[in-house]
């Protein structure tokens, strides 16, 4: 549907067209009619989510927030209308105002299994631990069963210190989907702490084989083949990660590490602090970094 072909008090009409265009790729024309249609229907529900999903697609994450909270006051009680805002505002960055409309949610729809993973999301990011445990667990219990659940109890686990926990939520998140990478890194670098090198290796080379560019798999691939005394191979996947981190913020992260993994394991000790002082250098095996424009 054209959009000259649209009344333009026809608002239902006016998000097709929005929604539409965004679909085939048409930005202009979708931001055009979304912003028709929230001037002629500013407190209905069904507009303004509408809104909100147009805005969303869009990447426009502040409107959409606006459009989701005006549907959420047109009409509170809506579980879908506040699962809507609920991701926009994560997406947002805003921890705190997911968790109030988590809850909210959560409040209205008890039995929604996915709701209390949300939930325990909301909690973990803002460090409230114990009660992130029992959001997932409730998710659990309602029969959710999902790898991203499993690796955000992963996290969540190793966040609390109970590293066991940690591994085995990873190795059912790779279970349940084995095509994804980032389990396999984070499982990798767990084995790491728990001095088995052989199945870390295993693990981080299966990431990299899944997504070549995963960056912290680079760079604990190089920290596996540093403590097995291959310091040529070492030099590769450090180069490899750091042609892909940009600000090299990952390789901050890193190196916070390396300090973790000598706590962990005392046996590594000189061969850690020698690579922390190799990767607080500009280059490595050879690998010079080009000036950031």
């Known amino acids: 549907m054209a959009l000259n072909r649209v009344a333009r008090d026809d608002w239902q009409g006016l998000l097709t067209v929005a929604q539409d265009s965004l679909s085939s790729g048409d930005v202009v024309t979708a931001r055009r009619a979304a912003t028709l249609a929230a001037r002629v229907a500013p407190g209905t529900a069904e507009a303004q989510q509408a809104l909100g999903d147009v805005w969303s697609g869009l990447g426009r994450t502040v409107e959409a927030v606006r459009a989701y909270r005006r549907a959420v006051d047109a009409a509170p009680d809506s579980v879908a209308v506040l699962k809507r805002l609920v991701g926009a505002l994560r997406d947002a960055g805003r921890d705190v105002e997911v968790l109030a409309y988590c809850q909210r949610a959560v409040e209205l729809t008890p039995d929604d299994a996915e709701l209390w993973g949300e939930l325990g ?48 939520a990873f190795r059912r998140a790779i279970e349940l989907a084995p095509e994804e990478s980032a389990p396999y890194n984070n499982l990798g ?24 560019d995963f960056v912290r798999a680079c760079y604990n691939r190089g920290l596996c083949a540093w403590l097995r005394g291959e310091q040529g191979r070492a030099s590769v996947f450090y180069a490899r990660g750091r042609a892909k981190d940009a600000n090299e913020s990952e390789l901050a992260a890193h190196r916070d590490d390396l300090v973790e993994v000598r706590r962990h394991q005392e046996q590594w000790q000189e061969a850690l602090q020698r690579l922390a002082l190799v990767l ?12 950031r424009r």
Request: hydrophobic share 40%; net charge negative.
């Open 189 to 212: 670098y767990l084995e790491i702490l728990a001095g088995d090198l052989d199945e870390a290796v295993s693990l981080l080379d299966r990431a990299l084989e899944l997504r070549p």
């Open 121 to 168: 999301d909301a909690l973990a990011a803002l460090d409230r631990h114990d009660e992130a445990l029992d959001a997932y667990q409730k998710a659990m219990s309602l029969g959710l069963e999902t790898a991203d659940l499993y690796t955000s109890l992963g996290y969540l686990q190793y966040y609390r210190g109970d590293l066991d926990a940690s591994r085995q």
């Open 280 to 291: 607080s250098r500009p280059s490595i095996g050879g690998h010079r970094r080009t000036a």
